[in-house]
């Protein structure tokens, strides 16, 4: 079964949840089309509130990183253009594709995506694994995570946890676990 998708593989870091009461500090995007990497984008954004210092921490943005890095509103066009005609990919789903289509529909753009889970798709491609958490899935596959908690290393490990599981054999499995809308 052959594939003609493009996947938008998307990591967000933000200053934490709901998403009505945080800010985008960083989004990366990686466009896949199967087998090869035929685009990115990245950048911070600057979330308008103070990054909290837990999470500053763990990402490593800092409110001097972002305070002259664009606005969600200025970076939401190149953002749409981007996931246009593509399956929205990311490694729980259920994190990034609401907090996206919020601040997306915040700003006057609407969101509807097909949308695959790589948090699910493991579960399933590799039910042997105790955990499935990016940072412990790529340990266990070999795969390098290089700026763990940071969109654009974690959006380029979430790429390359869906080509393994698309190189070997799991493009039906793949295509049955995408939601063609996703409701939450």
Not at 22 to 33: K, M, R, S
């Amino acid at each position: 079964m052959k594939s003609k998708r493009t996947y938008a593989v998307v990591d967000i870091e933000g200053t934490g949840s709901p998403a009505s009461k945080n800010g985008i500090t960083e989004i990366a995007i990686v466009l896949f089309d199967g087998k090869n990497i035929v685009d990115q984008y990245s950048t911070l954004v600057n979330p308008t509130i103070p990054i909290p210092k837990y999470v500053a921490k763990l990402t490593g943005i800092s409110d001097k990183m972002v305070s002259d890095a664009p606005f969600f509103e200025e970076v939401a066009p190149t953002i749409l253009k981007f996931l246009e005609k593509t399956t929205f990919v990311a490694h729980n789903a259920s994190f990034d594709y609401p907090y996206l289509k919020y601040f997306l529909e915040k700003a006057g753009y609407s969101l509807a995506a097909p949308v695959l889970c790589t948090l699910e798709l493991s579960r399933k491609a590799f039910p042997n694994l105790v955990k499935h958490g990016l940072e412990s899935l790529c340990e266990d596959l070999n795969i390098c995570l290089d700026n763990r908690h940071r969109a654009g290393g974690d959006a380029l490990a979430t790429t390359k946890v869906l080509e393994l599981i698309l190189k070997n054999g799991g493009e039906r499995l793949t295509e049955a676990m995408i939601k063609k809308e996703y409701q939450g």
